[in-house]
């Protein structure tokens, strides 16, 4: 993710476009909604997950960009993969996603979910 956005020039000045008009005092603010309400925090009128979303699309412009591939032809954004489909298609945080679990189908069994999150 951060690859995309601080080694492309157009992604960086995409990115402070982006939360450019926040001032310090919102954006810590906004570190501390995040803690305790994940992708739904707020920052004036934008969702966290909608700004997330942003800035994984200029990660992978970004990376796209950079064009360094492997062996099967894919570049770097393949990385990114992860982070589109358990987080931002969800819009729920790992650790969201693991009090679900642990309240849910695991029964609040510990071993179930260290032997979900250890594959």
Excluded at 22 to 32: A, C, D, G, N, P
């Amino acid at each position: 993710f951060w690859k995309g956005i601080l080694y492309d020039k157009e992604a960086q000045a995409d990115a402070v476009g982006l939360i450019r008009h926040f001032t310090e005092r919102e954006i810590k603010k906004l570190h501390q909604d995040v803690e305790r309400q994940g992708m739904r925090a707020k920052i004036r009128n934008y969702q966290v997950l909608e700004l997330a979303r942003e800035l994984v699309k200029m990660s992978q412009k970004g990376l796209h960009r950079q064009e360094l591939l492997d062996a099967q032809g894919q570049d770097e954004a393949v990385y990114l993969e992860p982070l589109k489909n358990e987080v931002l298609a969800t819009g729920k945080t790992p650790a969201e996603q693991a009090v679900e679990l642990w309240n849910g189908p695991f029964h609040r069994d510990r071993h179930a979910l260290i032997d979900y999150f250890s594959v």
